[in-house]
């Protein structure tokens, strides 16, 4: 090699090393994510970020962009899932979240719990590498104000809409490693009512600790940034 080369490399190496270098961009525009399109069930979940939708986390010289996992899905009044119409990630393409690809399920059981204990009484699977969901129910995580558009294709008798999301590793002083491991603040959940028209989903609760039985968690006492992770969440059913 080439003394020249070398010195490149060199100053290169070291430019990294001292400011970071961003492996996955934020992108702050609006976007739009058609999922199903269906003119006769039309459904759009409009989501505006808050504050603390993404957040840094450095390795190294490597700078990360971490963005919240979330999930949306209908249920009858028996509180039993109808339809799973999102789940972000869940389709393992493409560079992914490390604790995901190492996880598996166990990532979506630990950081969504509320929606993978409704899927999991279902029968059915949780993703995984060996079980990736369909490109009609997941996309990479959105990373800004994001529209959604699906439509239900199998939701009758369903009454309510619930999101519940979650940034894994937000821990704080109340929600730390030693008390939720490496998921920090547990997920949030919103619901709202399934009708014609545009609804705000509100915030209901949390889907509790890792020691905890899967449900959801009406205290909210000791959450912060969690809080922040959206302005609001928007459906309307066309």
């Known amino acids: 090699m080439k003394r020249g080369t070398l010195r490149l490399i060199c100053v290169g190496a070291i430019a990294l090393s001292l400011?970071?270098?961003?492996?996955?961009?934020?992108?702050?525009?609006?976007?739009?994510?058609?999922?199903?399109?269906n003119a006769d069930s039309t459904l759009r979940v409009e989501i505006k970020p808050g504050a603390h939708w993404s957040s840094r986390m450095q390795a190294g010289p490597f700078i990360f962009?971490?963005?919240?996992?979330?999930?949306?899905?209908?249920?009858?009044?028996?509180?039993?899932?109808?339809?799973?119409?999102?789940?972000?990630?869940?389709?393992?393409?493409?560079?992914?979240?490390?604790?995901?690809?190492e996880k598996q399920a166990e990532f979506f059981a630990q950081s969504l719990p509320v929606w993978s204990a409704r899927i999991e009484a279902t029968g059915a699977l949780l993703p995984s590498k060996a079980n990736p969901y369909p490109d009609t129910v997941t996309s990479a995580t959105p990373t800004g104000p994001t529209t959604l558009v699906t439509a239900l294709t199998g939701s009758a008798g369903a009454t309510t809409i619930y999101l519940e999301i979650n940034k894994?590793?937000?821990?704080?002083?109340?929600?730390?490693?030693?008390?939720n491991e490496w998921v920090g603040q547990p997920s949030l959940v919103y619901a709202g009512?399934?009708?014609?028209?545009?609804?705000?989903?509100?915030?209901?609760?949390?889907?509790?600790?890792?020691?905890?039985?899967?449900?959801?968690?009406?205290?909210?006492?000791?959450?912060?940034?969690?809080?922040?992770?959206?302005?609001?969440?928007?459906?309307?059913?066309?």
């Open 65 to 101: 962009n971490v963005l919240p996992q979330f999930a949306i899905w209908t249920e009858d009044d028996a509180g039993t899932l109808v339809e799973t119409l999102y789940v972000s990630g869940a389709d393992f393409g493409g560079m992914r979240h490390a604790a995901r690809n």
């Open 193 to 238: 009512g399934l009708v014609s028209g545009s609804s705000r989903l509100e915030l209901i609760g949390h889907g509790g600790l890792l020691r905890d039985e899967p449900g959801i968690y009406s205290d909210l006492t000791g959450f912060d940034t969690a809080l922040e992770q959206v302005v609001s969440i928007v459906v309307t059913l066309e």
């Open 19 to 37: 400011s970071g270098c961003v492996m996955n961009r934020v992108n702050p525009e609006p976007q739009t994510i058609v999922l199903r399109d």
């Open 168 to 179: 894994p590793g937000n821990e704080n002083s109340t929600f730390t490693k030693e008390e």
